[in-house]
């Protein structure tokens, strides 16, 4: 069975410091994808990454980054000198190859201060 | 691009009363799906669609809850008889394709019954 633990219910972190959010998975397919939405306040889950079992290759996208382990079983995100507009709650996802389904875990929320 | 449209934005309704909600998903987009939300928790799928057909309701409660997709495009989900516990936040996403492909969410009905 699929599973995603996202063990840090809340962070609080002061305005330019890095934060890294953890997401650990579980499953038994070989083929799977992992994902990572952000929900702020408004409510709309936002899109900002997917990444396919056989792709180990960490991700930059601007501040954000992606590290992913197959050896631990892990996918963290980590936002780089972290903004005010970065305070949101986070979901790590995961989808296996045989079934169409997507598990979220239960979230993160990330409070950034000024 | 227009993204996915969801409305009512927020309904309050009283238990035992009956409610709807409308999605509009991304054009082009044949999968839909329709997610609840409980308030500290990731999204939970009720039911997804192909075009017009269900691919998966297994979690969507039966005894009062019921969705269609006529025509493939929209979707409306509906409550009746609500209760307490269906306080909630009602998230659509689409999708291209099925299988695992990246989901994109609308900005959820926000749904609280007294």
């Known amino acids: 069975a699929q599973k995603v633990t996202q063990a840090q219910t809340e962070i609080s972190v002061v305005e330019k410091e890095d934060v890294t959010l953890d997401c650990v998975y579980e499953t038994r397919d070989t083929t799977y994808y992992l994902f990572w939405y952000k929900q702020p306040p408004s409510g709309e889950l936002v899109f900002l990454i997917r990444r396919n079992s056989f792709d180990e290759q960490n991700e930059i996208s601007g501040r954000y980054s992606w590290n992913f382990q197959k050896s631990t079983s892990s996918f963290n995100f980590t936002i780089t000198a972290s903004q005010v507009v970065d305070s949101a709650v986070y979901f790590c996802?995961?989808?296996?190859?045989?079934?169409?389904?997507?598990?979220f875990g239960k979230g993160t929320r990330l409070h950034i201060l000024p | 691009e227009a993204g996915v449209a969801q409305s009512p934005r927020y309904k309050i309704i009283e238990k035992r009363q009956s409610v709807a909600f409308w999605c509009n998903p991304i054009s082009g987009h044949a999968t839909l799906y329709w997610y609840q939300q409980i308030l500290g928790q990731g999204p939970k799928l009720l039911i997804q669609?192909?075009?017009?057909?269900?691919?998966?309701d297994s979690q969507l409660p039966k005894d009062r809850f019921s969705a269609e997709r006529l025509k493939g495009v929209d979707s409306t989900l509906k409550i009746q008889p609500a209760k307490l516990e269906d306080s909630a936040v009602y998230l659509c996403?689409?999708?291209?394709?099925?299988?695992?492909?990246?989901?994109?969410f609308g900005p959820g009905t926000r749904l609280l019954v007294l």
């Open positions: 996802a995961l989808s296996e190859a045989t079934d169409d389904k997507i598990i």
């Open positions: 996403a689409s999708s291209l394709a099925s299988g695992q492909e990246t989901q994109y």
């Open positions: 669609f192909q075009n017009n057909g269900v691919v998966d």
